[in-house]
């Protein structure tokens, strides 16, 4: 599924509150910096959906809940400069897997802004207090390869501790 939204960007405004958020409250994500894979650098979160606001969850079409979470990808070849330039992918086999090992395919929808800016969302249940491992697998736009990497990262209902 493709959105595109072409006014301010809600989407790269929400991006930064929510790695704000999540550097001061959430202190359990294990990895936070940029995956590199050759001339790709891939970023990643992921943070409880009641994090939106229910306008910005409705405006993108998103599930919204105290104990559903999203995952946040976005792909940049940075062959030509540190800021590099985003890019559309293909995402084959995600999921996430909770301690019990119970796994659930992730379903990435792809919010463009522009050409400036390419997301990929995916919604996934958690209960209270849950670790939740994700197993990312990508293949980016220009690649001949897929990546994958995994991170974990502990959930609260509500955001309550």
Same mark, same amino acid.
């Given at each position: 599924?493709?959105?595109?939204?072409?006014?301010?960007?809600?989407?790269?405004?929400?991006?930064?509150?929510?790695?704000?958020?999540?550097?001061?409250?959430?202190?359990?994500? !294990? /990895?936070?910096?940029?995956?590199?894979? =050759? $001339?790709?650098?891939?970023?990643?979160? *992921?943070?409880?959906?009641?994090?939106?606001?229910?306008?910005?969850?409705?405006?993108?079409?998103?599930?919204?809940?105290?104990?559903?979470?999203?995952?946040?990808?976005?792909?940049?070849?940075?062959?030509?400069?540190?800021?590099?330039?985003?890019?559309?992918?293909?995402?084959?086999?995600?999921?996430?897997?909770?301690?019990?090992?119970?796994?659930?395919? !992730? /379903?990435?929808?792809?919010?463009?802004? =522009? $050409?400036?800016?390419?997301?990929?969302? *995916?919604?996934?249940?958690?209960?209270?207090?849950?670790?939740?491992?994700?197993?990312?697998?990508?293949?980016?736009?220009?690649?001949?390869?897929?990546?994958?990497?995994?991170?974990?990262?502990?959930?609260?209902?509500?955001?309550?501790?």
């Amino acid at each position: 599924m493709k959105i595109r939204f072409s006014q301010i960007s809600l989407f790269a405004l929400l991006w930064v509150f929510v790695s704000g958020v999540m550097a001061a409250q959430e202190g359990r994500i !294990l /990895d936070r910096a940029p995956k590199q894979f =050759g $001339d790709f650098e891939v970023s990643f979160s *992921a943070f409880p959906s009641t994090f939106l606001t229910p306008d910005i969850a409705k405006a993108f079409k998103l599930n919204r809940g105290p104990r559903t979470g999203l995952v946040n990808i976005a792909v940049r070849n940075v062959k030509r400069s540190e800021t590099g330039k985003a890019v559309t992918a293909v995402f084959d086999g995600s999921k996430s897997i909770n301690l019990l090992g119970q796994q659930a395919g !992730l /379903d990435f929808k792809e919010i463009k802004e =522009g $050409d400036n800016a390419i997301y990929y969302l *995916a919604d996934f249940r958690f209960s209270h207090e849950e670790m939740i491992r994700f197993d990312i697998s990508l293949k980016p736009e220009g690649s001949n390869r897929t990546h994958s990497f995994q991170f974990r990262q502990q959930f609260y209902e509500d955001g309550k501790q």
